[in-house]
């Protein structure tokens, strides 16, 4: 059973930069596709970024395009989402998440983000 376990949000001002850490225990990550969504107070959870498990590519949500990054370490079972030029409407729970080959999903419990002044 894979276990996500999100780091690395806190309080940050408008412009600043954070990186959220996803360490998985329980399993390998080598084979699962990875994620991280969002959601904010009274809205959905939203996928922000995610990327493939055969070719590392990645995709964005057009709100977070050109500030977001998301990669992925295999070796250290972890996937990375690093957000520079935060904005207020960033502010949300963020959340880590695996799917496997057999289309298993899987949650980390989230890591507050809040950006404000």
């Known amino acids: 059973q894979l276990r996500l376990v999100e780091s690395g949000g806190g309080l940050v001002q408008p412009g600043g930069s954070l990186r959220l850490s996803c360490v998985a225990s329980?399993?390998?990550?080598?084979?699962?596709?990875l994620g991280w969504f969002r959601q904010a107070p009274g809205k959905e959870r939203e996928g922000v970024a995610c990327?493939?498990?055969?070719?590392?590519?990645?995709n964005y949500a057009d709100s977070v395009k050109g500030r977001f990054t998301i990669s992925r370490d295999n070796a250290k079972n972890t996937v990375y989402l690093q957000m520079y030029n935060l904005m207020p409407e960033d502010t949300a729970v963020y959340y880590c998440?695996?799917?496997?080959?057999?289309?298993?999903?899987?949650w980390g419990q989230g890591t507050q983000v809040t950006v404000s002044s």
């Open positions: 998440h695996g799917r496997n080959a057999f289309r298993a999903d899987y």
């Open positions: 990327i493939s498990s055969i070719d590392t590519s990645t």
């Open positions: 329980g399993d390998t990550l080598d084979y699962y596709a």
